[in-house]
């Protein structure tokens, strides 16, 4: 018994600050709002947004379960890069074909990857999410497990109400991403282009706003116009499963030296071009470039990289 004692001592010194070194709710958000005001937050807009908000207990369940089964890249590719989707991504670059093409010429994009982006996002601007953006983030900041992130974040989507980007309550996914182009109030910040000068930035219903926003997105995380994203390729057998990362760039010869080849029916690249092998879960190998890890700033996911190349090349075959 003297040794179970000790036992639940010791864990429940172990738990005792995870339970209480969180405020509870009210009191976390009267620190908040001392906080939010030194940030030029006014009174007015802090208290009727957090009059009646509550944390969203749904939002940590979908925060921790995340599927534990892993897809295989192509299932994952063809699965959110459907027949259905490009369809649709063809038929969207002919309608807006004229206003696509001018902003790509400025940013130095291809219009058939900001509809491929627009398409993956939000589903060309049918699906934006369902979520109270504020309250999502506000729940996401209080839970402690990535608190710095999302605070910083909620701070940022007050400021968008504050400055009259959009109004109380705005929708989202439930990680707080809003508009067609699905951006983080930080990218929004960052990236989000008034492009019809109508002295308001809107990725939620302009269209112009929202493909030069997704565009300069890309063109400030060092997109290089008329580069490939990626190619596929075929390993030889006796291939260093070590140099299969990111991590690992070596110009296009390089790898053919080591007995790398293009594989059949795919563009052979400059062979000047400095590139990185993958080889995702299920295959192909792929061959991968500059603008791959540009697309990976966006959504630090291989599997994500490869469908946006995947759509945007079904949209302009």
């Not at 807006?96 to 993956?120: A, D, E, M, Q, T």
């Not at 002295?199 to 997109?223: C, E, Q, T, V």
Request: include cysteine; proline fraction near 5%.
């Amino acid at each position: 018994m003297k040794k179970f004692s000790c036992v639940l001592i010791i864990i429940s010194f172990i738990i005792a600050p995870s339970i209480y070194a969180r405020p509870n709710w009210h009191t976390w958000v009267q620190q908040l709002r001392s906080e939010a005001l030194s940030k030029g937050i006014s009174s007015y807009n802090f208290d009727r947004i957090f009059r009646d908000l509550r944390p969203n207990p749904k939002l940590l369940r979908l925060d921790r379960n995340q599927p534990e089964q892993r897809l295989t890249y192509i299932k994952y590719r063809n699965s959110r890069g459907d027949a259905y989707r490009i369809k649709l991504g063809r038929n969207r670059l002919r309608k807006h074909s004229r206003l696509l093409h001018r902003i790509g010429k400025i940013y130095g994009v291809s219009p058939c990857f900001i509809v491929s982006l627009w398409g993956l996002e939000s589903s060309y601007g049918h699906y934006m999410g369902t979520f109270n953006v504020v309250r999502s983030l506000a729940t996401l900041a209080y839970d402690g497990r990535r608190s710095r992130f999302f605070r910083k974040e909620l701070f940022l989507a007050l400021r968008m109400v504050q400055d009259g980007h959009v109004r109380y309550p705005f929708k989202g996914e439930w990680a707080g991403a809003s508009g067609q182009s699905q951006f983080l109030p930080s990218s929004f910040y960052r990236y989000a282009v008034d492009h019809d000068r109508d002295g308001r930035i809107d990725i939620w219903r302009s269209y112009p706003d929202i493909f030069a926003s997704i565009a300069n997105y890309l063109h400030k995380n060092n997109w290089q116009p008329g580069q490939p994203v990626l190619v596929h390729v075929k390993l030889p057998y006796h291939f260093d499963k070590s140099l299969a990362s990111l991590k690992v760039t070596k110009p296009v010869y390089e790898w053919y030296r080591r007995g790398v080849r293009i594989a059949h029916g795919q563009r052979t690249p400059n062979e000047n071009l400095k590139a990185s092998i993958l080889k995702p879960y299920g295959g192909p190998a792929l061959m991968v470039f500059n603008n791959f890890k540009t697309i990976m700033t966006w959504n630090y996911s291989s599997y994500y990289a490869g469908t946006v190349n995947h759509v945007a090349q079904g949209i302009c075959r």
